[in-house]
């Protein structure tokens, strides 16, 4: 009997700590659907936003000027930007601002196309980077992840920094 009513109260007290938690995503997405509405009233087409450890929000924006120089690219076809050229656009930008980065391992690399009213079939690069993990380093050291996003005309899309909250 002793060990139902213990199952009885962590079961209630585990649905109940699962009640009072704020619904998936909740301050973030808040934060990301502001983003999205300040980047439109300035003119701006949103593309993405990241999130980083420290709670600092990456928002990645562009023209509509720079979406109309990207070549178009239906996504069967060899793409406008080689996905040689992307990883040397990629790792150069991550150099440029962290020198002391030698060595890349390569984790994600992927196109995504944008949407945009008034444009079909434009697209970029998310080229995910990391540094390798040094041998004596390797038990509970999380490798740094640099995502570089490239239009296919070869700009780097710059993020917009949104302190944490």
Do not use: C
Request: cysteine-free; hydrophobic content about 40%; aromatic content about 10%.
């Amino acid at each position: 009997m002793k060990t139902r009513l213990i199952v009885a109260i962590f079961i209630v007290g585990t649905f109940a700590a699962f009640a009072l938690q704020p619904p998936h995503g909740g301050l973030d997405n808040e934060r990301r659907i502001r983003i999205r509405e300040e980047a439109s009233a300035q003119g701006l087409v949103h593309i993405s936003t990241n999130k980083r450890l420290d709670g600092v929000m990456e928002a990645y924006n562009v023209t509509r000027d720079q979406i109309s120089r990207i070549p178009e690219w239906n996504g069967m076809d060899d793409p406008p930007l080689e996905i040689s050229k992307a990883l040397t656009i990629a790792r150069a930008t991550v150099l440029s601002t962290h020198p002391d980065f030698k060595r890349f391992r390569l984790r994600e690399f992927e196109s995504q196309r944008i949407i945009a009213e008034n444009f079909e079939n434009r697209w970029y690069y998310i080229v995910s980077l990391e540094i390798p993990v040094p041998k004596d380093l390797e038990k509970g050291w999380k490798p740094e992840l640099w995502r570089v996003r490239i239009l296919m005309d070869g700009t780097v899309i710059v993020p917009e920094l949104y302190p944490k909250d």
